[in-house]
């Protein structure tokens, strides 16, 4: 299997260089930037396969590059882990928000990033590699395009394949319908968002087999998460 690929933006020379050479020396690719603007160059010219993302950085704002690469249909679904030296919870919950997948306030253990990456990486790595990707009791083979829950063989449309496939990239993830929008149907789609609760529940009634949960949890205000049952 090729190497993970990550992108690093962080402005601070001496953290740069260290983890940059943690990461390296675990057999990650790894990119480094210090910029907003070229951090979403680089992001949409090579698609990462993670992003380590600072908040205070030069150029746009690391709150405001985590914003616009979730909009981007290309790197929506890059799971980004956010340095600060912001503490305040108000800041953090803004970070998770704007659709950072973990969050890690400066003083950090190089270690502890290393493990957190290490942990997404795991969950990730069987859907970039095209191999079948489990959530609790449903697989997906997005090589055979084939969906099977406790053995028996699902059959979903193409648009709630898509979004079902969105979901176990992220399980556990609660996703807005602006999110799953940009996600399945793309950042120009003229799709209104009522459009979404049709296919979750299209997609909840494809899934649904008699004796099991229903893994699809609504968040009220904030949206849908695929969760393991």
């Given at each position: 299997m090729s190497a993970a690929k990550l992108l690093l933006v962080e402005d601070d020379p001496a953290l740069s260089e260290l983890l940059e050479y943690r990461f390296q020396n675990e057999g990650y690719n790894v990119r480094c930037t210090r910029d907003g603007d070229e951090a979403m160059v680089l992001a949409r010219e090579d698609v990462p396969?993670?992003?380590?993302?600072?908040?205070?950085?030069?150029?746009?704002?690391?709150?405001?590059?985590?914003?616009?690469?979730?909009?981007?249909?290309?790197?929506?679904?890059?799971?980004?882990?956010?340095?600060t030296a912001r503490e305040a919870e108000d800041d953090r919950v803004r970070g998770l928000e704007t659709g950072a997948d973990d969050y890690l306030t400066k003083p950090f253990s190089p270690r502890e990033l290393l493990a957190r990456v290490a942990a997404v990486m795991r969950r990730i790595r069987p859907a970039l590699a095209g191999e079948t990707v489990e959530v609790g009791d449903i697989k997906l083979d997005p090589v055979a395009h084939r969906v099977q829950r406790r053995g028996r063989s699902l059959q979903l449309g193409p648009t709630e394949y898509r979004l079902l496939?969105?979901?176990?990239?992220?399980?556990?993830?609660?996703?807005?319908?602006?999110?799953?929008?940009d996600g399945v149907w793309g950042t120009g789609s003229d799709i209104e968002l009522r459009t979404v609760d049709v296919h979750i529940r299209r997609l909840r009634k494809a899934i649904g087999v008699e004796g099991t949960k229903d893994p699809i949890r609504t968040v009220r205000s904030a949206g849908y998460a695929l969760e393991a049952v």
């Open positions: 396969d993670l992003i380590i993302l600072d908040w205070m950085i030069e150029g746009t704002s690391g709150i405001e590059v985590c914003r616009r690469l979730r909009r981007d249909k290309a790197t929506a679904h890059v799971p980004i882990i956010m340095l496939k969105f979901f176990m990239e992220s399980p556990g993830r609660v996703f807005s319908r602006g999110q799953l929008l």
